[in-house]
């Protein structure tokens, strides 16, 4: 159990925009950050972060919260796991209660399986370390790599015993079950005759790699052979499973991610040994697609910190010819993409341990090539002086080309091959509107696909109507949100007779806070919250701002369950919308609600009351239609409600039909 008091220092002294920025590249916008989300594939950013709010809202997928939130929705962290991973961020100590052998067993099918994924992590790395074919076995490879102490740790390299259930068994014993070793593949079960079961360690004998998520969760694991069994495979890597989707990882991102984003560019390697070899040479923002084909997932994981990938290849030309597909898909997803290619006989990982950083930076910088250059050299030396082979080579570098959303750096990647390859640029535009008019052509026949089924059930489709109650509580949250405890001057409008017998609404002005009028006028009107969140958020709201004076919806948010966080940043984060759009650079300028907070405040109430006499109206109508008998009383009410109704639209400037 966490004490409340570390809770309150992570949430004091955590900066959202400094976490949230480890994860997605953020550019100033105003007094906020926009982004990319993190959630959804998009080109355009539809993610706001508010340093002044603490809160955050992604309005393409609808979420939104404060910084907890965040590293729960990205990260699907628990709230204990967030906040110790953000007093780590943040050097701040925490109280940590070894878990009981209750609290695994209580912990979710997910949960579990991140937790004797961690546990396996510390097991192969006290076994590196702590024992003999540790030490004699897979400590001796990593140096032997050239791998320091320093890296081998921070890395968490391992190693698992050449023994059938040695890590099995030590699972066991910490009461780990055998079901969620089985479901991160770390243990292999057999059936065996009889109806008995046989377990076995999936990594037996090999040393180990760490894959972890963004902020450092251990997904799985890859391991490495060190015998010259031609039977077992080099590499093995954990199966899929519902903490490790290998598509959508990068090794490395968790200790590349801030440099990424400083140095606005990503180096894309083959291997692990590639990865740990340059950081340690101090070439820190690199990473590894992990020896699978690069994929959309991957490439949108770099594309939230930089939109410049550097692809780092060695000398095989088998090699270089698959890869040229991932720089395509690069290329789909709008991003700038460089190449480099090593000396023959070298990949990153040797290159990097026989080099200086000044001569790998320098290597790096003089090399890189961008892709059109590139892709050319290398399929014009296929080519030769094959007229056909030379036309495939120019028809597959400008389909390449046809795959960049961006229009002027199509043109100028035209030009530019039409300089290298010596062809007119006329054929290559031409060629260009050929794979353009094939791709809208089939785009065109999805989206009418599309329609004929949306035509199907469209007509059964019912139009939604404004629930006005619904946006009007909501507003209510809002105002007591963002101005509640303000003192404000408010005109009150007092029923009172007229000379002449009539009512008449007289204006009288009274100082109070803004959650006190609010509270004070529903309950003299008996106003109950419809919308049940909305309800536990109002009353939380009025004890809190009733017994603190220097209320914060930051720290309010701490108690608060993960569902309500979410909507209450939604409503605080509703205006951030237009920013987006950025208006002002339209001469659209949306008006500040800190302009006449009182005027909002009671035009929302009496908008709540007209809505709630309107309503009562319709109430006594039906009930006059339902009545056969006398309806005088019922019609004498609806008259006074249609008054008190018209005085109060009278007041809000509002012209009754």
Known sequence: MISKTTIDQVYETARLEEV??????????????????????????????SPVKQIWKDFSSGKGGNVVAFLMEHEHFTYPEAIKYLAKKYNIEIEETEQTNEQKELASEKESMYLVSEFAQKYFTEILWDTEPGKAIGLTYFKERGFT????????????LDQWEAFTKAALDESYQLEFLEKTG?????????????TFDRFKGRVMFPIHSMSGRVLGFGGRILTSDKKAA???????????????VLYGINFAKQAIAKEDNCYLVEGYTDVIQMFQRGVENVVSSSGTALTPEQIRLINRLTKNITVLFDGDAAGLRASLRGIDLILE??????????????????????NTYEDLVLYLEENAKDFIQFKTSLLAEEAANDPIKRA??????????????????KEIYIQECARIMQ?????????????????QADTNKKVKQEQKAFEVVKNDAVVEKVDVQYELERKIIEVLLLYGNQKQEFEDLVLKENEDGELVLEPEVTEAKVYEKVYLDLQEDEIELTNEQFKVIYYKLIERLNEDADFSVNTF?????????????????????YVLHDWERKDIYPKEKQVGVAQLVGETILTLRCNLIKNRIQKLQERTQDNNGDNTEILEEIMNYLQLNKLLNAKLNRVLS
């Open 20 to 49: 949230i920025g480890d994860f997605v590249q953020l550019k100033k916008s105003g007094s906020n950050f926009k982004g990319l989300s993190p959630f959804t594939d998009e080109r355009t950013p539809s993610f706001m972060v």
């Open 149 to 160: 102490d320093e890296t081998i740790k921070k890395f968490g390299l391992g190693y698992s």
């Open 186 to 198: 770390l243990t292999i079960v057999k059936e065996q005759a009889g109806g008995e079961t046989k």
């Open 234 to 248: 080099k590499y093995l890597n954990s199966p899929e499973s519902e903490i490790y989707h290998k598509s959508k």
């Open 333 to 354: 997803q709008g991003m700038n993409v460089k190449v480099c290619t090593f000396p023959e006989g070298e990949d990153p990982d040797s290159f990097a341990k026989n």
């Open 392 to 409: 495939d080579t120019v028809r597959d570098i400008v389909n390449s080309i046809s795959k960049i959303p961006d229009r002027i750096q």
């Open 423 to 439: 062809i007119s640029e006329e054929v290559l535009y031409n060629t260009l509107a050929q794979i353009d008019k094939k791709f």
């Open 557 to 577: 948010m701490t108690d608060l369950e993960q569902e309500i966080v979410a909507e209450v940043s939604s409503i605080l984060m509703e205006e951030e919308q």
